[in-house]
């Protein structure tokens, strides 16, 4: 197919491609959400299951989606479209974009907790913190109040619109080209912390010793979801990101390095903050809250915590800010390259009504906390919707579409640009992804979906 897109805007460079998609994959799901739902799916075990979900079903479909999205130069509808002149295909990509932005209005508000806690920490409320139920209590207070929870979804919200306002390369690119190597440095420094303080080989205990008894058909589905949520799968945003990808860069290489520095963070968090959850005789158990009521406790106990707790919840936003961004791109790129609209007025506009759809879940934290459907809270649907049905969903498809629709061998020959030295080296690794992308990864999320709806 002929491509006539002089015009469409790309990285600036292979380096700037790496760290904008390791920064749309590194964010609240490796650091906030990683250690909370091993917390509650029993640590090790769940660990294991996720690596291998990664390693099975991440890697060949990452490399679907960045491929997609570099063959075509399109957002993930048009992409689809591209391919199969299809209907169904193109909505497809349309669920894909629906999903970032249901992801977008949830994630915004936890985002914002985070950035509301850079200014508790320059108060210096961290210091009065003797035991974890004062953190705990304290973080309690703060959501439950609907101005400052609202407040800083707002924040974040026009901060995520600044940089994608501002464009690929001179948003996305340079924001993530500054931020990802810090965020990566301080918490490695943060992990020594961790594990020199007491008590800190029980928590390395539990991230590390399986009990496989915890383990039923959820905690696959969930370590599933895990999985695609944190490398930012099964929506699109992988396709959108490689749509700005030159053809001389390999594709599975940088899939490789992104898989990389996802994963190593994410262990590298859970190391963090369960050594501090022992440490500070926490429970495991705590969900969302998990971070905001150990970090402040262990801040206040560490030398120089003063500081490093201010460094950390800005960098836990800046990691949350390259997320978010790469979630409003994929609507922005939908209506910049379908719709014609400004690039523009596309940031302001779809980020101004993620905000609006995100404010029930901000909500659900304090005056619609009672309010449920099944148990969960509107939060609580919006999450389980998106993580653990739509992504699984649309990776499906991904794997599916690529594979049997587009078909394997067209794939091929749009993989090996850019790495034809490396297939020529590694042979193996063609016939590795056809085996992955073609039966075992559609295989295994479809039947980690039926047991998920209780077919077997
Ligand atoms: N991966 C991000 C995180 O771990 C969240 C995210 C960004 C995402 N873009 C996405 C999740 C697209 C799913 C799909 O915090």
Known sequence: ?????????????????????????????????????????????????????????GLPVIIAEILLGRTTQRNPVGAFYALSKSKFWASIGGMGVFAGFV????????????FGYIFEAINGVFNDFQTPQAAGQHFEALVSNVYWIVGFQFLFTLVSIFFVYRGVQKGI?????????????????????????????????????????????????????QAFFTLSLGMGAMMTYGSYMSKKNSIPTSAIQIIFLDTLIALVAGVAIFTAVFATGQDTNAGPGLIFHTLPVVFNKMPGGYIFSILFF??????????????????????????KWSRKKAAIVFGIVAFVFGVPSALSFNVLSDTTLFGLTYYGIVDYLASNILLPLGGF?????????????????????????????????LLGWKILIKYLAPILIFLVFLNSIGLF
């Open 314 to 339: 800005i960098l836990l936003t800046i990691a949350a800010i390259t997320s978010a961004i790469s979630l409003l791109e994929v609507i922005t790129a939908y209506f910049v390259d379908e719709r």
């Open 397 to 429: 498809f991904i794997a599916v579409f690529v594979a049997w629709r587009w078909g394997f061998d067209k794939a091929i020959v749009n993989l090996k640009d850019g790495a034809g030295e490396l297939f020529a080296k590694y042979p193996w690794m």
């Open 1 to 57: 197919m002929s491509i006539q897109n002089s015009n469409r805007e790309n990285w600036g460079s292979k380096l700037g491609f790496i760290l904008a998609a390791a920064g749309s994959a590194i964010g609240l799901g490796n650091i906030w959400k990683f250690p909370y739902v091993v917390g509650e799916n029993g640590g090790a075990a769940f660990i294991i299951i996720y690596l291998i979900c990664t390693a099975v079903i």
């Open 103 to 114: 992801i977008l209005s949830f994630y915004s508000v936890v985002a914002g907790w985070s």
């Open 173 to 225: 690119e340079q924001g993530s080209k500054i931020m990802m190597p810090v965020l990566f440095v301080l918490l490695f420094i943060l992990m020594i912390r961790g594990l020199t303080l007491p008590n800190a080989e029980k928590g390395i205990e539990f991230l590390f010793n399986a009990d496989w008894s915890l383990v039923n058909g959820q905690t696959v589905l969930m370590a599933l979801g």
